[in-house]
């Protein structure tokens, strides 16, 4: 069975910091790409960070220079840590497993509620 667990999310004042973790199970986890993506109400799901199988990262740029992506794939972990968090940061964020080849399944985790108060 597969699944994506994430965690540490929360409330947060505006500059603050938080790390989520999303730990992986029933995967081949090591050479797979992982995503964090985030959805605000009202606004489309958007990719945040993502980094492959050899630790090659990603940002999309309202977030380049605060949030940091990395992985243990000794523990099935993937990690994001936000700095300076701002209100636009408020979104629920989801863990992504990208598929291995285009005809495999990708996953999803189920969320974890990240709020940043002015």
């Known amino acids: 069975q597969v699944q994506l667990v994430e965690s540490g999310g929360g409330l947060v004042q505006t500059g603050g910091s938080l790390r989520l973790s999303c730990a992986a199970s029933?995967?081949?986890?090591?050479?797979?790409?992982m995503g964090w993506y985030r959805q605000a109400p009202g606004k489309q799901r958007e990719l945040v960070a993502s980094?492959?199988?050899?630790?090659?990262?990603n940002y999309v740029d309202s977030v380049k220079g605060r949030f940091t992506i990395s992985r243990d794939n000794a523990k099935n972990t993937v990690y994001l840590q936000m700095n300076s968090l701002k209100p636009a940061d408020t979104a629920v964020y989801y863990c992504?497993?990208?598929?291995?080849?285009?005809?495999?399944?990708?996953?999803w985790g189920q969320g974890t509620q990240v709020t940043v108060s002015s």
């Open positions: 992504h497993a990208d598929r291995l080849l285009p005809w495999r399944p990708d996953y």
């Open positions: 980094i492959t199988g050899v630790g090659n990262t």
């Open positions: 029933g995967i081949i986890f090591s050479n797979r790409n």
